[in-house]
């Protein structure tokens, strides 16, 4: 059990001077900013689907309520079938 304990210890401090230079490195900071300007860039795309959607939400409602058909009374049918 001593010895697991030791070996994992090992592993976090090799873990974390891994990414302290990883840190350090000109050329992973820089992958590091473009990826969060990616995630930048996607979150506003998704914003802006997400208006889209609720836009074209509002307009299928529309458009269903105008595509409804229009009720015919039916007293004027009863009355034009009494005369016959």
Request: aromatic residues 0%; hydrophobic residues 40%; proline residues 2%.
């Amino acid at each position: 059990m001593v010895a697991k304990k030791t070996m994992l210890g090992q592993l976090t401090s090799v873990g974390e001077g891994a990414i302290g230079r990883l840190a350090q490195n000109p050329v992973t900071h820089k992958a590091l900013e473009s990826a969060m300007q990616v995630k930048d860039r996607v979150e506003k795309v998704v914003r802006g689907l997400e208006s889209m959607e609720r836009r074209m939400a509002a307009v299928e409602k529309r458009l269903d309520a105008l595509e409804k058909p229009k009720r015919t009374t039916t007293r004027k049918t009863a009355a034009t079938a009494k005369k016959s």
